[in-house]
């Protein structure tokens, strides 16, 4: 059974960070593409940042581009989201995907595997 599991979320003032963690078990991590997508009340669930496992190959929303950096750590088959310089409009649920296809950022659709999301709150 395939689990994600995130931590990391949490409230913070504008220009503020916070590094989200993703563990992802009982999945082949290694030919894994994972993602991160967030949700702001009454949106839709946009693309975040995406990591091919085996690669390393890296793809960041132009919304986050300079201020978020997604990393991995094989040994614990783990990707994080490390966000600097927050802002308000970054404030959403963040969702953790998976698959082993990486479908890049433009839609959460065909993405198999979800965490249960954490929330991160932006104030000005």
């Known amino acids: 059974q395939v689990q994600l599991v995130e931590s990391g979320g949490g409230s913070v003032q504008a220009g503020g960070s916070l590094r989200l963690s993703c563990a992802a078990f009982?999945?082949?991590?290694?030919?894994?593409?994972m993602a991160w997508f967030r949700q702001a009340p009454g949106k839709q669930r946009e693309g975040v940042a995406v990591?091919?496992?085996?690669?390393?190959?890296?793809n960041y929303a132009d919304s986050v581009k300079g201020r978020f950096t997604i990393s991995q750590d094989n040994a614990k088959n783990t990707v994080y989201l490390q966000m600097n310089s927050l802002k308000p409009e970054d404030s959403a649920t963040y969702y953790c995907?998976?698959?082993?296809?990486?479908?890049?950022?433009?839609?959460?659709?065909?993405?198999?595997?979800w965490g249960q999301g954490t929330q991160v709150t932006v104030s000005s």
């Open positions: 009982g999945y082949t991590y290694s030919s894994t593409c």
């Open positions: 990591m091919r496992i085996d690669t390393g190959n890296t």
């Open positions: 995907a998976a698959d082993s296809v990486c479908y890049g950022l433009y839609s959460a659709e065909p993405y198999r595997y």
